[in-house]
């Protein structure tokens, strides 16, 4: 593939064009992008709700962020921001981590791949709530009933992240047979 046309550079973000016109946007202020599965001792799941200007509606999520956004931190380990990023938007620490899964965001929009851990044997340490230009509620759900409890947000009209039931998922066929039960 030849280069790519640059048709505009902004401060987060670069739009791009190949030469045979496929327009696609690429984050030129990170090295890659993280999710946190997030389940505390008690099998509840740590989900975090923002408002998403590009959707204009609240999103359900799992805590997520950046890598290599911070000046000087340019090449920060994934699992270090997953770290930060936890703590960030929820206030908890993690003393086990383990890689899930990676993969495309949206593959026909963007080079941005996401990757994400699965937290455990947390402590809560601050009420988090993100950082000081975001409003992060944070909503900690029996893990049973995050399916359920998804339906009701998408009722009263919020969006609901696919990323936390591709987690889930994973997490329930691969660490849920030597962990003990995640569910059910």
């Given at each position: 593939?030849?280069?790519?046309?640059?048709?505009?550079?902004?401060?987060?973000?670069?739009?791009?064009?190949?030469?045979?016109?496929?327009?696609?946007?690429?984050?030129?202020?990170?090295?890659?992008?993280?999710?946190?599965?997030?389940?505390?001792?008690?099998?509840?799941?740590?989900?975090?709700?923002?408002?998403?200007?590009?959707?204009?509606?609240?999103?359900?999520?799992?805590?997520a962020?950046?890598?290599?956004?911070?000046?000087?931190?340019?090449?920060?380990?994934?699992?270090?921001?997953?770290?930060?990023?936890?703590?960030?938007?929820?206030?908890?620490?993690?003393?086990?981590?383990s890689?899930?899964?990676?993969?495309?965001?949206?593959?026909?929009?963007?080079?941005?791949?996401?990757?994400?851990?699965?937290?455990?044997?947390?402590?809560r340490?601050?009420?988090?709530?993100?950082?000081?230009?975001?409003?992060?509620?944070?909503?900690?759900?029996?893990?049973?009933?995050?399916?359920?409890?998804?339906?009701?947000?998408?009722?009263?009209?919020?969006?609901?992240?696919?990323?936390?039931?591709?987690?889930?998922?994973?997490?329930?066929?691969?660490?849920?047979?030597?962990?003990?039960?995640?569910?059910?």
């Amino acid at each position: 593939m030849s280069d790519p046309i640059i048709r505009y550079d902004g401060k987060h973000l670069q739009f791009r064009e190949t030469g045979q016109g496929w327009e696609y946007v690429v984050r030129s202020n990170a090295t890659g992008c993280v999710g946190v599965l997030a389940i505390t001792d008690d099998d509840k799941v740590v989900l975090t709700e923002q408002f998403r200007p590009p959707v204009d509606r609240f999103v359900i999520e799992l805590p997520a962020g950046l890598a290599g956004d911070i000046p000087l931190q340019e090449n920060e380990p994934l699992e270090t921001a997953a770290r930060r990023e936890l703590k960030e938007e929820t206030g908890f620490v993690a003393k086990k981590w383990s890689k899930l899964l990676e993969g495309p965001s949206s593959a026909g929009l963007t080079n941005e791949c996401v990757t994400i851990f699965h937290a455990s044997e947390m402590t809560r340490v601050t009420a988090g709530g993100g950082d000081r230009t975001e409003n992060i509620i944070v909503h900690i759900i029996k893990i049973e009933d995050v399916l359920s409890w998804c339906g009701d947000q998408q009722s009263d009209g919020k969006l609901v992240d696919f990323k936390i039931f591709a987690a889930l998922h994973i997490a329930k066929n691969r660490i849920g047979n030597t962990e003990g039960r995640l569910w059910y």
